[in-house]
């Protein structure tokens, strides 16, 4: 989940993150590095006592890849957004067979799921962070995404079980996939395609001309997935993140 970023100061304190890991974070508000703005998020992250910065940077400047390589910014993971238009005849005008909205009594079963879908994430892979905090973090998201952070939430069951999700999120006309999930048990079950596809069929009945969705370059299977499902990469970029030894 995002905190709202505050594009006046070079990073934002994040307090969510914070209390959820039990370290001080904060992001860096940009994506690019220069010698005078790597000095100002020093001098920020130590008058603030930062002890983990997140950093997403551009892939395309080789001065910010040097700076941060060099200023001991550990890289994470390879951030990958794929897009796709909703004009196209292929989108079909209702969910797929199976695919329903969650409900209420759907959370346990969500809550299981994301504790163990997401171990790609660039969390996971900065071993400062323990694996249930982790998986903690994702439960959370998927629970609060239930609770209204997401304008909608699909599920996927077997047997009248909830075996997979979706997030749904519209945001100026776009709409967005946040969060994605299989249970282990229904792998190759060819859910996580009825999923994308009943995301883009709500996409398309509540007026979206565009859909994007984020996922890890390590995460070959999503990828596969959405180019598959009509999607094409809009953009790559590079998480950094920067630990700091508070004095």
């Known amino acids: 989940m995002k905190a ?20 001080r974070i904060a992001r860096l508000n940009r994506q690019r590095l220069d010698q005078d703005s790597l000095s100002q998020v020093m001098t920020w992250c130590g008058a603030n006592r930062i002890e983990c910065l997140y950093f997403l ?5 080789a001065e910010t890849t040097r700076l941060a390589e060099h200023s001991e910014f550990q890289q994470t993971d390879v951030r990958i957004t794929f ?43 900065d071993q400062h962070f323990r694996t249930e905090k982790c998986d903690l973090f994702y439960q959370t998201w998927v629970e609060r995404s239930l609770e209204g952070f997401a304008q909608m939430v699909l599920v996927a069951e077997v047997n009248s079980e ?13 709409a967005q996939i946040g969060l994605a999930g299989v249970s282990n048990d229904c792998q190759k079950m060819g859910l996580g395609k009825k999923l994308t596809q009943s ?22 299977r999503a990828q596969r997935l959405y180019q598959r499902s009509g999607f094409v990469t809009e953009s790559v970029k590079l998480w950094y993140h920067r630990w700091f030894t508070l004095q």
Do not use: K
């Open 83 to 125: 897009e796709r238009t909703l004009a196209e005849p292929d989108i079909p005008r209702t969910l797929a067979e199976g695919v329903r909205p969650a409900a209420p009594r759907d959370l346990a079963a969500l809550r299981a799921i994301a504790a163990h879908a997401h171990r790609q994430g660039r969390f996971y892979f």
């Open 199 to 220: 995301f883009l069929t709500w996409s398309v009945q509540h007026g979206a001309s565009r859909a994007t969705v984020v996922t890890q370059g390590r995460n070959l």
């Open 162 to 174: 909830a075996v997979g999700y979706i997030t749904c999120h519209l945001r100026d006309g776009d």
């Open 57 to 61: 940077a551009d892939s395309d400047d």
């Open 4 to 23: 709202n970023e505050n594009g006046d100061e070079i990073c934002t304190y994040l307090d969510w993150d914070s209390q959820l890991f039990q370290h």
